[in-house]
């Protein structure tokens, strides 16, 4: 009899723990496919469909080719879905193109040379492994080469509005020797002698026929993406106001003559040393020396305050009567919406 009571027991016991194992099983997978279900209705990832017509420069991207299809939807696809680095881009377009679009005109350059430096630096101050430093990327003997300042306390790849000039001599230059804006771009890449001895070698004149290097493979395809994407924002998901920008800093510029300690210079004009490398990143020291017939232009924001805590007035009179005894101040002028660096 107990035997009998054991059993049953242990019989129950068993079906119990399988009923409510499989009853488990049940919620979880129902669980799991309302969850699914929620993902794919709230996430979703679409392909770009491809521009049947777009120009680089005013010249035709061979969008008939395969080849040219598959190689430019690599690159949109990268650039549209790395979020974090092309939001990014876009909100810097709004401070810097405004420098960087009239020096362009100036000089005769398409506009859609204006996101070269969107894909060689992202707008930042970087130095790459060949030692390229700056928006435009300049090596030290192309700015040296190009007329620009470079030593130890003053490094003039990082003044944005010189080394746009310097940018665009090279791309002129290159443009009289290759008459196609496209193959001047890819120079700006590799170089016109590199580029040379690939044209050569391989018979062809046309960078979409040109077998390349991975990165100057995917150069032209980078631009020609990042123009896509800043011209059709909405159409590539990007939902920007005007207030999400980083829009032009007012600037006024003082003129510096003589020798200065940057630090005494920055509180003499209320404001931090961080701000004034920060607003001039060409000075490279905390000391500026300057030679006989020299003249520098510092910026300085307007809105001091928007930028550093302001400076005690006793603090900024002892620093100014410091300053003087080291260096002239020549002018001050007002420079609206110079935006140097930040």
Known sequence: MNKNLIYIAATVTSSLIIYNLFIFSISNTTEDENYLKDFNESYKIFAIPPPHNITFAGEMVPMHRKDVQEKLDKELLVNTYWQSKSV??????????????????????????KYLPM?????????????????????????????????????????LEKATQ???????????????????????????RNLNTNMEFQDVDN?????????????????????????????????????DLYNPIETYTVDIDSTVQLVDFAHSQGVSYKVIRTFNPWLR??????????????????????????LDIEEIS?????LTDSSSIKAIQMDTLSKDSL
């Open 88 to 113: 990014l881009l876009l909100k810097k377009t709004a401070r810097w193109f405004p420098v960087i679009e009239p020096i362009l005109k100036k000089n005769g350059i398409p506009l859609d040379f």
């Open 119 to 159: 894909i060689e630096s992202g707008f930042e101050h970087v130095v790459s492994p060949a030692k390229a430093s700056g928006f435009w990327q300049i090596m030290e003997s192309t700015g040296k080469g190009g007329g620009l300042e470079i030593r130890s306390e003053v490094d003039e790849r990082y003044h």
């Open 166 to 192: 310097l940018a665009c001599d090279y791309l002129n230059r290159s443009y009289k020797k290759y008459k196609n804006w496209t193959l001047s771009a890819a120079s700006y890449n590799i170089g016109m």
């Open 207 to 243: 960078y979409y026929d040109l077998l390349l290097n991975v990165e100057t493979g995917r150069y032209v395809y980078r631009l020609i993406a990042m123009k896509r994407i800043y011209k059709n924002q909405i159409e590539h998901g990007y939902q920007l106001r005007d207030k």
């Open 285 to 310: 020291k905390s000391t500026l020396t300057v030679s006989n017939g020299k003249t520098y232009h510092i910026k300085i924001p307007k809105n001091k305050a928007e930028f550093c805590t302001p």
């Open 318 to 322: 002892t620093a100014d009567s410091n």
